[in-house]
Antibody
């Protein structure tokens, strides 16, 4: 069974750093891109970026470029999203999702449960 | 970035109704559209990919159509489990932008 399990909720102060994780199981982790999606409270889904765990290739939305860093550890089938200096505006739910393909068509077919990040002084 | 818009932003419907949600892209994206359902407090779930391909396990009352810039998600005979927010997404080019969502609630 394919599963993506994310790390638990986090509370940080502005300016602090944070790294959240997404562990994949039930499939070949290095063969699929992993994406990160932000959802602020009461708002819609925002596509942030994707990473290919096989070679750490990344693609980012211009809206998030330079704001977050993605990485992946093949040996433990885990992808990470990290911030070096959080802002209050980073407060949101963050989802990871597996990016599958059918020919040239890509889509997120499995999602993690979400990690709630709260940034408050 | 390709911009995705959806209409309506919300709608009220009754059990058994036929519901249609429209998604429009800011440029032609062929058939590179996916649809997701999200219920409160839950992660989104894939319903349809590549405009009209039904994801495994998704009820056949969901269907998608369109090409170019205009796409639709149709729910025939709305069921209680279908009250949720629906998002379209383009995967023609990264970033794979989402539409703003359409909330379907009970009339």
């Amino acid at each position: 069974e394919v599963q993506l399990v994310q790390s638990g909720a986090e509370v940080r102060k502005p300016g602090e750093s944070l790294k959240i994780s997404c562990h994949g199981s039930g499939y070949s982790f290095t063969n699929y891109w992993i994406g990160w999606v932000r959802q602020m409270a009461g708002k819609g889904l925002e596509w942030m970026a994707i990473i290919h765990p096989g070679d750490s290739d990344t693609r980012s939305s211009p809206s998030f470029q330079g704001q977050v860093t993605m990485s992946a550890d093949q040996s433990i089938s885990t992808a990470y999203l990290q911030w070096s200096s959080l802002k209050a505006s980073d407060t949101a739910m963050y989802y990871c999702a597996r990016r599958s393909r059918d020919g040239s068509y890509y889509y997120f077919d499995y999602w993690g449960q979400g990690t709630l990040v709260t940034v408050s002084s | 970035d390709i911009q995705m818009t959806q209409s309506p932003s919300s709608l009220s419907a009754s059990i058994g109704d036929r519901v249609t949600i429209t998604c429009r892209a800011s440029q032609s994206i062929s058939k590179y559209v996916n649809w997701y359902q999200q219920k409160p407090g839950k992660a989104p779930q894939l319903l349809i990919y590549a405009t009209s391909s039904l994801q495994s396990g998704v009820p056949s009352r969901f269907s998608g159509s369109g090409s170019g810039t205009d796409f639709t998600l149709t729910i025939t005979s709305l069921q209680p489990a279908d009250f949720a927010t629906y998002y379209c997404q383009q995967s023609y080019t990264t970033p794979d932008t989402f539409g703003p969502g359409t909330k379907v609630d009970i009339k």
